[in-house]
């Protein structure tokens, strides 16, 4: 006996010839199906081989009514549905859903996203969808499948998009991930994927091979190399760069804002399975240094910082050879080389602070380094001759933190001596690339800003994914998201008048002069040179 809420289900169904895919959805919805409906249908004990439980519930000559029970990480392939011209599917637990579009030879994703527990999707024939169980405990779904006509298989002749060899495989039962050649009807040829669509089919068709092969199954093991291979493959860096180049100007911006977000999602997924799979190595930070160097220290050096290093030095008179240095928030010592190799600084005159320990153990390797707040640091207070702060360190820090930075970098130095640091304007985010790439194109940083309000101040906060081929495959790391504080142009000045005196500012790019009634600059970067009285 089906329970009441079936039952309604399959009288709607009776009555109705034809439905659109949206007036079963508003069916399924109203019948109050509840998860405990299900649970006599429920096959969480499935095999390791089946990427999800099947079960049918019930079925006439023009629908089926059937129950999918999800393990964590148990994922369909991509697949339509066969015959079916209506359908909908209810979930009782945290789902991902994605869809696809395909034309002619060619396969993308449209969206990615999560489903809620009772919410209702509805499928329509040309639906090419994958569903799944990316959390932490099982759920159990409901399907209904339709046709105007009579047919013996509803869901039959669906097709599964094989992405890693190009085919569809025609199917009669489960369109499970990694099907075994005994549960195909038959192949023909299928379409290739774009870079992102085609990425994370090879993050699920490696997992689901993990799992089969640790239940032993032989040709889950057999195939498992040549997936681990595929996915971290170096030829990944020619595909990848070409899809950012087809889809960002000449800037670094991205222009296609929906094909970004799935581009970033699927990286994202990446990184936590390489996450998994890669124990962290000793040398862990050296690498993020070395990543960090060359699509940010290296090309921020050569682009602005050593304009206004030698600006600096030439229009205030200010000799480096002579000087005692101190770099506040160094980070690997790349600027800092620098002026030991282009503007004369001594060695021993010249000392890097950062707050992190591991840069400060890359920074080392190039200058006189130690670890160090630029809040709290009094090492020879009083006694230097300029502190330097490249790369908007100072915005890293809260509001609070950043008048007593400005206050402290004062106290620091000696009558007469200089600040030379650079910040980024409130609408820095108008110039903020999307894309960065190494000289070599070894390495890639996707960064996604947004502009955030918290307690009355302004903040820009990047999420930054980097992709590099340096070690020989494609290693994708999510180093988070990074805030930076953004206070008017004019607040800043005001706040080094009130502990320096004489305050200069430029554009960092072009070195013009900014207005003292200016609230941005050209390249939205601007450097400021600060004398204490």
């Known amino acids: 006996m089906l329970p009441a809420s079936l039952q309604r289900i399959v009288q709607a169904l009776r009555q109705s010839v034809t439905l659109r895919p949206m007036q079963l959805k508003r069916i399924v919805e109203e019948a109050g199906v509840q998860a405990p409906d299900l649970m006599a249908w429920a096959?969480?004990?499935?095999?390791?081989?089946?990427?999800?439980?099947?079960?049918?519930?019930?079925?006439?000559?023009?629908?089926?009514?059937?129950?999918?029970?999800?393990?964590?990480?148990?994922?369909?392939g991509l697949h339509d549905h066969g015959y079916t011209q209506y359908g909908a599917v209810q979930v009782f637990g945290q789902a991902e859903h994605a869809v696809f579009h395909v034309e002619e030879d060619t396969i993308r994703t449209l969206a990615r996203w999560t489903l809620h527990p009772g919410e209702v999707i509805s499928v329509s024939h040309s639906l090419v969808h994958q569903m799944g169980n990316p959390g932490c405990e099982p759920f159990i779904s409901l399907h209904v499948y339709g046709t105007p006509e009579a047919h013996e298989n509803i869901t039959g002749e669906a097709r599964v998009f094989d992405l890693e060899r190009q085919v569809i495989q025609?199917?009669?039962?489960?369109?499970?991930?990694?099907?075994?050649?005994?549960?195909v009807v038959r192949e023909e040829p299928g379409p290739e994927a774009d870079f992102p669509t085609y990425l994370r089919y090879l993050i699920e068709w490696q997992r689901r091979l993990q799992r089969m092969a640790e239940a032993g199954i032989e040709r889950a093991i057999q195939k498992l190399p040549e997936a681990m291979a595929a996915i971290e493959s170096v030829t990944h860096r020619e595909r990848l760069a070409f899809c950012l180049r087809e889809r960002s100007n000449a800037a670094g911006h991205s222009t296609d804002s929906m094909y970004w977000k799935i581009l970033n999602q699927e990286l994202?997924?990446?990184?936590?399975?390489?996450?998994?799979?890669?124990?962290?190595?000793?040398?862990?930070?050296?690498?993020?240094?070395?990543?960090?160097?060359?699509?940010?220290?290296?090309?921020?050096?050569?682009d602005f910082m050593k304009g206004y290093l030698h600006f600096f030095a030439a229009q205030c008179d200010f000799s480096f050879s002579e000087a005692r240095i101190l770099s506040a928030g160094c980070g690997t010592g790349l600027a800092e080389r620098f002026m030991i190799d282009d503007l004369g600084a001594k060695p021993d005159n010249l000392l890097g602070i950062d707050i992190s320990p591991a840069m400060v153990a890359v920074a080392q390797k190039r200058i006189r380094a130690k670890t160090g707040d630029v809040c709290t640091f009094a090492e020879d207070a009083g006694t230097w001759d300029l502190v330097f702060s490249g790369l908007n360190v100072y915005q890293y820090l809260s509001p609070a933190k950043f008048e007593q930075a400005v206050q402290n970098t004062a106290n620091l130095l000696r009558p007469g001596g200089w600040f030379v640091g650079d910040f980024i304007t409130p609408d820095h985010i108008r110039w903020y690339p999307n894309v960065i790439f190494s000289a070599d194109g070894n390495v890639i940083?996707?960064?996604?800003?947004?502009?955030?309000?918290?307690?009355?101040?302004?903040?820009?906060?990047?999420?930054?994914?980097?992709?590099?081929?340096?070690?020989?495959?494609?290693?994708?790391?999510?180093?988070?998201r990074h805030r930076r504080f953004l206070p008017a142009l004019d607040r800043v000045r005001h706040l080094f008048e009130r502990w320096f005196g004489q305050v200069l500012i430029y554009d960092a790019v072009t070195r013009e002069l900014v207005h003292t009634d200016a609230d941005s600059c050209a390249s939205t970067r601007y450097v400021i040179f600060a004398r204490k009285k």
């Open 43 to 76: 096959d969480f004990e499935h095999p390791v081989a089946d990427s999800y439980g099947r079960k049918l519930i019930y079925k006439e000559s023009r629908f089926e009514i059937m129950a999918m029970s999800w393990l964590p990480g148990d994922f369909s």
């Open 170 to 183: 025609r199917v009669d039962g489960g369109v499970f991930f990694a099907l075994p050649p005994e549960a």
């Open 268 to 302: 994202r997924e990446m990184a936590r399975l390489q996450r998994r799979n890669r124990p962290a190595s000793s040398d862990v930070f050296e690498h993020y240094a070395e990543l960090y160097d060359a699509v940010i220290g290296r090309h921020c050096l050569h």
């Open 445 to 480: 940083s996707l960064r996604t800003p947004h502009l955030v309000e918290d307690g009355g101040r302004l903040f820009q906060e990047s999420e930054i994914i980097n992709v590099s081929f340096l070690q020989g495959y494609m290693e994708v790391s999510d180093a988070g």
